[in-house]
Nanobody, 113 residues
Framework: QVQLIESGGGLVQAGGSLRLSCAAS????????MGWFRQAPGKEREFVAR????????YYADSVKGRFTISRDYAQNTVYLEMNSLKPDDTAVYYC??????WGQGTQVTVSS
């Protein structure tokens, strides 16, 4: 069982930055894929970024490549999503995932134009 708690969302103007955090607890294996997904109103949940817990191999959706960075702090068991050059299209609820089996409750990100 893995518990995930996201934080760091909020309202920001276009061009601004936010850093999301995902505090993880429970059994996370070296090979677990940790990822961020998002869901905008009226749209399906979509992949944003992911990496393998102890290996790395970061991978990003084309829509965020070069603007978002996924990282982790092993000591704190926390996954981060650094979001820069935010656009109104980035507005969504952002979810942290472990293996696409366990999910956090989500954190709202709103980017105003």
């Amino acid at each position: 069982q893995v518990q995930l708690i996201e934080s760091g969302g909020g309202l920001v103007q276009a061009g601004g930055s936010l850093r999301l955090s995902c505090a993880a607890s429970g059994r996370i294996f070296a090979s677990t894929l940790m990822g961020w997904f998002r869901q905008a109103p009226g749209k399906e949940r979509e992949f944003v970024a992911r990496f393998r817990w102890s290996v790395g191999n970061e991978y990003y959706a084309d829509s965020v490549k070069g603007r978002f960075t996924i990282s982790r702090d092993y000591a704190q068991n926390t996954v981060y999503l650094e979001m820069n050059s935010l656009k109104p299209d980035d507005t969504a609820v952002y979810y942290c995932s472990a293996g696409q089996i366990f999910w956090g409750q989500g954190t709202q990100v709103t980017v105003s134009s």
